[in-house]
């Protein structure tokens, strides 16, 4: 290959790798290099990290230990998130997508269900604060109806309450996700398999055990690495129904690092807990991104 | 002439064929549907309520928006949200008009050239870049901030829309690079190489050759990335912080009180934020779906 050739990708990828560069890459290794820096932009090697954990904001896991209502920290509100929501959002993916095939209007409550994936993730918190809200919440409005009158309270007003009630609430936002990718995933089985199961005289669940759900491994890979991403890196819910409170109760990793560098002008603190919270990712999403490169 | 009118056959059905019929559906399917239009319900209820709640008097909200037992529509939500006295939407919404068209389109095409030369030419290093661009389709945005931030300031871009648009521009690039990269690679090669012989220059095949057949693709990359962009709330309050510059998320976050909350107006404003992606999303629903499917990383 000629010169002249090799250089029309440098001209044209030149605009992408200036502005990945300046705004991606170089923010990168100068957030890991500020996690190193004190007040006056000394190097203090790892005090920033020792700092956070003992902040109760972001490691308490001693009211986890004796039973207590949160707050546990960020780390494990994080980590909580990841363990409830997870699961919950496979399974009501999964299952809506499979009951939605056959079902007339299935298109449309498709379409509603997947609304939650489009909105401002900001809109949907106030869409939670509004479903939990003590007098005008339907959800104290149905447990009226039903005869549990006493048990109504602004879900989200109390650290008893707040972080369960936003990880359903999260459930609700982002099983549209795992719904369409699962339900893409069921039009690519081909039909034949499970005709051919059918002939076999296969039942129903080891159609499903046998067939589905190993056809529907890559999806199943999308969606968790993708929902763990997004559980890790969630802030805007949080910021909007109780910015964390209250007593801290609903405080995760990526709004602990906007107070800290935003309010309390501590970027030392701030870029330790964004380093941790990439780390994290990275962890999780290293599978998908192995994938993606042997493609 | 008198046009002769076809004979019309009409199914002569007694009643008690159309019961027998209707038996022969099975009960496990009117179950099923049963159950899937009761659990699509715990998905539509919110978003009814908050409409409902948009068009009715706070009295009546607080005492339900279910109950119908008195009901007066009125537009004061819709009003007050507009004309907000500390997050006016007029501006807000216009503003973030303003910083998400461009923020869509200056990405799509930077990351198209882009992704045309990873698909067509061998360079060296190719691998490798190409590596690290989908390495960083992970970052999250608080890895960038604190130097976006330090950067803008001392650029003059800080509270200044250009960079905004620019960070979201190079957030964007990653995971539309490997998006196109991908769509590239299945369209042949010689309809390209024909032109190349007949003399066209690389950019010229580029814009008249490849770009015409990928409109599919930028459609689902206009789609995905607009809704994103119009969502963000993270960039734009670090970024801006004029109260007359805020963006619609940051208006309709600043909205509710820390107590009392008029949800009237609360309510009016989430619709007003939200319908512009749901409208998007509706007009490009196909390319939305195959845009994220496609296994896009976002977020």
């Known amino acids: 290959m000629n010169l002249r050739q090799t250089k029309i990708p440098l001209f044209f990828l030149a605009p992408t790798i200036l502005l990945l560069t300046l705004f991606v890459i170089f923010p990168v290794v100068n957030t890991i290099y500020i996690s190193f820096l004190g007040e006056e932009d000394e190097f203090v090697g790892l005090d920033n ?34 363990v409830l929501h997870l699961p919950l959002s496979l399974f009501f993916g999964l299952a809506l997508a499979i009951l939605l095939r056959d079902v007339k209007g299935g298109a449309v409550i498709k379409s509603a269900v997947f609304l939650g994936m489009v909105i401002p993730m900001i809109v949907g918190g106030i869409l939670l604060r509004f479903v939990y809200d003590d007098r005008a919440g339907i959800l104290n409005g149905f447990l009226r109806i039903v005869g549990l009158g006493d048990l109504t309270r602004t879900w989200t007003a109390y650290p008893q309450t707040i972080l369960l009630a936003l990880i359903l609430g999260t459930v609700w936002i982002w099983t549209g996700f795992s719904m369409i990718v699962y339900s893409a995933g069921l039009e690519g089985i081909p039909k034949e398999l499970f005709e051919a199961a059918k002939i076999d005289g296969a039942s129903r669940w080891q ?71 990439t780390v994290l990712t990275f962890g999780f999403a290293a599978y998908m991104v192995y994938r993606m490169v042997k493609e | 002439m008198k046009p002769k009118l076809p004979e019309l056959k009409l199914p002569k059905l007694k009643l008690s064929e159309t019961v027998a019929r209707l038996r022969k559906v099975k009960k496990t399917t009117i179950l099923i549907h049963l159950l899937a239009w009761g659990v699509s319900l715990i998905w539509i209820l919110p978003f009814l309520g908050v409409f409902m709640a948009s068009i009715r008097p706070l009295p009546e909200i607080l005492d339900g928006w279910w109950n119908f037992d008195v009901f007066n529509p009125t537009l004061r939500g819709f009003v007050g949200a507009w004309n907000h ?50 390495l960083l389709q992970t970052i999250p945005q608080q890895m960038v901030i604190i130097p976006i931030f330090k950067i ?28 196109l990269r991908n769509f590239f690679s299945t369209l042949p090669v010689e309809i390209e190489e024909a032109a190349r012989i007949d003399g066209a220059s690389y950019l010229k095949i580029f814009y008249k050759i490849v770009l015409p057949l990928t409109l599919p693709a930028l459609a689902s990359l206009t789609a995905l990335q607009f809704v994103w962009v119009w969502n963000d709330f993270f960039f734009a309050i670090v970024l801006i912080s004029s109260p007359e ?36 999303y509706v007009v490009l629903q196909r390319y939305y779906v195959r845009g994220l499917v496609a296994g896009a990383v976002k977020g």
């Open chain 1, 49 to 82: 990290y020792a700092e956070v954990f003992s902040r109760r904001n972001f490691w308490a896991p001693q009211n986890l230990v004796e039973g207590k209502p949160p707050p546990y920290g960020a780390l494990i509100h994080n980590g909580i998130w990841i």
């Open chain 1, 207 to 277: 159609t499903f055990r046998r067939i589905t759900v190993p056809m529907l491994k890559p999806a199943t890979i999308i969606v968790i690495t993708m929902t763990l991403l997004w559980e890790l890196k969630i802030f805007d819910i949080v910021w909007v129904i109780q910015q964390g409170g209250p007593g801290g109760a609903s405080m995760v990793m990526a709004l602990m690092m906007f107070l800290e560098a935003f309010l309390n002008r501590s970027f030392g603190t701030a870029s330790a807990i964004a380093t941790m919270l």
């Open chain 2, 85 to 134: 006295p500390t997050a006016p939407l007029n501006r807000a919404l216009f503003n973030s008009l303003i910083v998400t068209v461009p923020s869509t389109f200056i990405p799509i095409f930077v990351a198209a050239l882009g992704a045309y030369s990873f698909a067509r030419f061998k360079f060296p290093t190719r691998d490798l870049l190409f590596f690290v661009l989908v």
């Open chain 2, 152 to 179: 803008m300031i001392s650029l003059g871009l800080w509270n200044n829309y250009i960079g905004l648009i620019l960070v979201h521009t190079a957030f964007a690039l990653p995971w539309q690079i490997f998006f």
């Open chain 2, 245 to 280: 510059m805020k963006l619609a998320t940051q208006a309709v976050a600043a909205m509710p009180g820390r107590l009392a909350i008029d949800w009237t107006v609360v309510s009016a404003a989430s619709i007003m934020v939200m319908i512009v992606p749901i409208i998007i």
